[in-house]
């Protein structure tokens, strides 16, 4: 089977309609994480299971005890509670109800993750990008909207998970969106033409200086050891070639950092304001799960119109057009999206093979791996022990919930000012933030090993270090997004973006499960701060020895380069085979520029 592709159309420039179009879809689906997926979905789930469950050993019911909802003597005294586990059983398994919704969390980000690759690769061809953000917005967020319909734990269960694939694919066209936007911002591309135009003058320079090097041209007859003046003009266009990419490097990375994080200051503030209501419905309505399934159904709503404002105003920006050959012969639609799907995988394998050439790149992911899977399980961790180990009241959860939005909200917009004040670059940037992000498990992880150490045993504890989560986890995803971003070659960002969800879908698998298993193990949800604490450990050595920006930008630009000799020789071959097309002329070129600067 061969792939061929149609000539590269032409990019129109970023309008401010379209940034604020692609706002209004983090306004939407961050409202769907900060208040269904992280929150009322977790706690819902544990609630309808423990409505069906019975107290561990015996066939007594277990609503009334482990899952009420007002605040028991012991916790306002801050004492300790021995709290009966609430099982569940599928057939001859039995499952505490806290670990069931993080196996069920396992289960939707392994699916995802599947669904990601088949995807990704498609996305950077045509239009798909955007019809793709189109039809899994409109997936999820019906998926979310049916939730508390639902009758039995179950049918929740496959509806949450339908909902969370469908926001990670989704969520992959977003982000994909970034560095394009970015890189056709009108100011942007004017210095990209400067630049061009200065490397053609330096190239031309060059030329001449060999023409009259060679020996018996009529201008060799310089004196040994002294420049002549093309080579001091020569010198002269290098600083300024230099001076340009360095100055364009710098602008275009805080450029993106700035619309990253507006992009999540936007979705912060969507799920303030949803949460605000739930708060609201909550105070109006006593009942212990009718005003949780009100704010899914009011936060699926939300994702749904957003997002449909979102898909109105984004330009396609449509990629070169896959063209599918197969001899000549006609094939049918389901036919061309399995190959669209083979594509999109024998895309991935070669993208992984290719990792020697992107290493920068693929250390950022290793890194990302392990950090995505540690930020989400303290979340998680979190409000799963405020609700069965500190018996927190729902709205006690609901406020923790708009606790850490507001405060992301405001880290995310201070950060990139420190940033300006600091003069980092992303990089350190994100090792500050890790250093200060660590010190969550840090916290919990001391508790349990010093005797005299805060035990976690309050709500007033558990508040302040919510918030203080909160305060860095929006400044950590905005950096970690515009930091990948600037390591993606051109061409190719659904693609890498895809690798980027698929590494953090990947591991997401990782924390919930490990978490269930240690509930399981130990009766005791707060012993997963030891685990949390070595997945957040581990990305900082990696960022910081392993990735280099300036060598990973030069990277991303080689393999965008090696791209497009590929595409303008003959396309790929889908399946066995190796991609056609020369591209040691254009590397060969790149490198001879770049160390003569």
Known sequence: MRVSFSPAPTEPVTTRREVWAW?????????????????????????????????????????????????????????????????????????????????????????????????????????????????????????????GAMPFVWMAGALSVMANVAFGAGIVCFNAYLPLLVRNMDYIRRQRERLQTAERELQTLQGQNIATRAPGSLDDTGLEGQPSTLEEEIERKQQQYKELAEKQTVEQGQLMGQISARGFASGYLGGILLLLLCLYISYRDKSSTSSLKIGIFLSGLWWNVFAALAGLWLKPRPGREL????????????????????YSWSRVGATIVQA????????????????????????????????????????????????????????????????????????????????????????????????????????????????????????????CRSMFADLVPRGRESEFFGLYAITDKGSSWLGPLAVAAITDATHEIRHAFVFLLVLLSVPIPI???????????????????????????????????????????????????????
């Open 23 to 147: 706002y209004s879809y983090g306004f939407a689906s961050e409202a769907y994480v900060v208040v269904a997926l992280t929150s009322f979905i977790p706690i819902t789930l544990e609630a309808m299971a423990a409505e069906q469950g019975h107290l561990f050993g015996t066939t007594e019911p277990c609503v009334a005890r482990p899952n009420s909802t007002a605040i028991p003597s012991a916790v306002a005294d801050h004492s300790p509670v021995e709290r009966p586990r609430c099982m569940i059983s599928f057939g001859n398994i039995e499952l505490d109800t806290a670990s069931f919704v993080m196996y069920l969390t396992s289960l939707a980000v392994f699916l995802q993750a599947l669904t990601v690759v088949s995807i990704s690769s498609m996305a950077d061809h045509g239009s798909y990008r955007k019809k793709q953000l189109v039809v899994f917005s409109a997936v999820g967020s019906i998926a979310t909207m049916l939730i």
């Open 323 to 342: 063209r599918i050959e197969d001899r000549g012969q006609k094939r049918g639609s389901l036919w061309v999206a399995f190959q669209y799907v083979q």
């Open 356 to 479: 020697r050439k992107l290493p920068n790149a693929f250390a950022f992911l290793v890194a990302w791996f392990f950090l995505s899977d540690g930020y989400t399980s303290i979340a998680n961790v979190a409000l799963l022990f405020a609700k069965t180990s500190l018996q927190l009241s729902q709205t006690l959860l609901i406020l923790l919930s708009l606790v850490v939005p507001i405060c992301a909200l405001v880290g995310t917009l201070i950060f990139p000012k420190v940033q300006q004040v600091l003069g980092f670059d992303q990089k350190r940037m994100v090792l500050l933030l890790l250093a200060m992000l660590v010190m969550v498990p840090v916290y919990g992880t001391l508790g349990i090993l010093l005797p005299f150490w805060p035990h976690l045993s309050s709500a007033r504890e558990l508040f302040a270090l919510a918030a203080y989560y909160g305060f860095l986890i929006g400044a950590v995803q905005s950096f």
């Open 543 to 597: 960022i910081y020895f392993g990735v280099n920006m300036e060598q990973g930008r030069r990277d991303a630009d080689k393999a965008s380069e090696d791209l497009l000799k590929t595409l303008d020789n003959g396309g790929l071959n889908i399946g066995p085979g190796e991609e056609s097309g020369g591209r040691e002329g254009a590397e060969e070129e790149q490198e001879r520029l770049l160390a003569s600067v």
